[in-house]
């Protein structure tokens, strides 16, 4: 082999090695310190542009309300009927934890208002928050998800009362 050759050789390694090491750390990154979580918006805080504002305040029919209606009488977890957490099955199983009106974070890391240790759930895995007056259950793109009455919740949805909801080897749910 002519020495150009093995030269080329040598830095298409370097760089194939390179991007292997770049790839790792960026894994590692994600892992450690998570992914960038999306807010859900605020009901009473919509931002409206100026010219709805303007448009407002002209005597005409009034705007909709952004807030989300009452639920029916289905069953959902609202901000009056549910008052605590219960852990029916998993390491914590009989624990209780009342609610407050502020999202509750369920997760391994020791900064989540619930933390859970095992191998199934992720540092920041789920979130518990009131939405208007209903209760909503978010996961946090966790590896293994998170499960409401046997669907896996991929987008903030209502939470049932009595319903089971899972995150990794627990299972809990609100109750009055």
Partial sequence: MSELTLLLLRIGFLVLLWAFV???????????FGVKVRRMPEPQAAAVPPVAQAAASAPTAAAPSLRPAPPAK???????????IVITSGPKAGLELPLGTEPL??????????????DYTSSHHA??????????????????GTWHDGVRVTAP????????IKVGAT???LRK
Avoid: C
């Avoid at 518990?128 to 909503?136: F, K, T, V």
């Fill in 105 to 118: 974070t369920i997760g391994r890391s020791s900064e989540s208002g619930l933390v859970i240790r095992d």
């Fill in 74 to 84: 289905g069953g959902k977890a609202t901000a009056d009927v549910v008052s605590r």
């Fill in 22 to 32: 770049f790839s790792v750390v960026y894994s590692l990154r994600a892992d450690l």
């Fill in 157 to 164: 949805v209502p939470i049932v009362v009595g319903a089971p």
């Fill in 171 to 173: 299972t809990f749910e």
């Fill in 127 to 144: 979130r518990l928050l009131l939405w208007g007056d209903q209760w909503m259950i978010q996961d946090l793109d966790s590896t293994n």
